[in-house]
DNA sequence: ATGACGGATCTAATCCGA
């Protein structure tokens, strides 16, 4: 018999100040393992009692102060801890783990926090926007030496295709939707023959968006979202992935982060 | 203007998100 595993990951926005909503996606939607982005919180205060009341007892993190931080909270056991710096800055935005089961021998599960690039998508004036490059380089070349099952999830900060933002044309020189930005993403994607798990279960000519602005009056009347947050999977894994969802009901939850989890069903 | 909100920190004004 194959062994089911959901997979979810979620940009929290602060993981101290949403434990509701946390305790309730746990609660709720109850995933195996969850993959946290800019948790926003040091590691000796990462709320590690809430996790493990709902049955997350393995946890690996890394998190700084103030900004990013991301962490992987699992009710099956992780081993082999890893961490990367694709930013070359020491920023907490990866962390990794094997899945220690029978079933998952050898799978590897990568948590990546991709930088947003600033405001402006023009090197000169805006650093950031190099930076985020310079990660999207690394991760390249860090995929061509992947020699194991892997998943690689998070959020990316790309929106990669014309219907994973609401606008094609007026996002096209916006940061996310940038033609670097889209091309460099698609060799960090031919680099390790990765699949785009939710676009295996919905159609490139569908919408399909996981993160909404705060600063919209009324975020679902208006739906001008992007697709940031990705999993991906190495080709010897791909026929395992037997669902995958948004779950967009979680943006509309009291005091939401701005992003909307996503989780992908497993059989291993 | 797509849209001006929301979290963390030197608890005030600033950085950051995208």
Known sequence: ??????????????????????????????????????????????????????????????????????????KLPLINRRVEDWQANGEARHISAE??????????????????????????????FGQKLAFLGRMTEWSKTVDCPTILTGDFNVAPLEHDVWSHKQLVNVVSHTKVELDLLAELKAAGDWTDIAREFVDPSQKLYTWWSYRAQDWEATDKGRRLDHMWVTPDLKDKAK??????????????????????????
């Open 1 to 74: 018999m194959p062994q089911n595993i959901s997979i979810a990951s979620w940009n929290i926005n602060s993981v101290r100040a949403r434990l509701d909503i946390v305790e309730r996606f746990c609660k709720e939607i109850s995933p195996d393992i969850l993959c946290l982005q800019e948790t926003k919180v040091i590691d000796t205060l990462f709320p590690e009692g809430l996790f493990r009341q709902f049955g997350y007892r393995h946890m690996m993190i890394n998190g700084q102060p103030m900004h990013h931080g991301v962490a992987i909270v699992s």
């Open 99 to 128: 899945i220690g089961t029978e079933a998952t021998k050898g799978v590897r599960l990568d948590n990546v926090y991709i930088p947003a690039g600033g405001e402006v998508p023009d090197l000169e004036n805006n650093p950031k």
């Open 243 to 268: 669902s995958h969802v948004v779950h967009k009901t979680c943006r509309s939850w009291g005091k939401p982060s701005d992003h909307a989890p996503i989780m992908t069903e497993f059989a291993f």
